[in-house]
């Protein structure tokens, strides 16, 4: 297996307190979590960020932004941010692509 520890966790080899999963994509709490409820969901594939996002692979991110929009609801969350750094000056830490989802408090903009 890779040695990407969002792979890893997309395979289950660690685990993780999931809030979704399909054959696309899982949707799991952020270890380290930055809001009430803070949310990543990643591929199942490995992307390294939105930067190799092409039009080959766009219809997982799509799928990916439906998922979102389904769990949020289920969550019952009204008001939500979606947040994906791309690279190390914007703080990207683990080199899959993920979507953060944060809810449950107050947010500034622009954000740091
Ligand atoms: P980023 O810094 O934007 O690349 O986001 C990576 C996120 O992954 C951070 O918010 C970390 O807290 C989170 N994270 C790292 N390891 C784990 C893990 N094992 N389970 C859940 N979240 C994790
Ligand atoms: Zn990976």
Redesign the pocket.
């Known amino acids: 297996m890779s040695d990407c520890?969002?792979c890893k966790?997309a395979a289950g080899a660690?685990p993780?307190?999931k809030v979704f999963e399909d054959e696309t994509c899982l949707a799991?709490?952020?270890?380290?979590p930055?809001a009430p409820t803070?949310f990543?969901v990643i591929p199942k594939e490995h992307i390294g960020s939105v930067a190799e996002v092409t039009e080959d692979n766009a219809a997982v991110v799509a799928h990916i932004f439906t998922v979102i929009a389904q769990q949020c609801k289920k969550l019952g969350l009204q008001s939500y941010r979606v947040?994906?750094?791309i690279g190390e000056q914007a703080?990207?830490?683990?080199?899959h692509l993920?979507f953060?989802v944060l809810s449950g408090r107050d947010m500034t903009w622009p954000p740091g």
């Open positions: 520890l969002f966790i660690i993780s307190n799991f709490y952020d270890i380290d930055q803070h990543l947040v994906s750094n703080g990207q830490s683990v080199p993920h953060h």
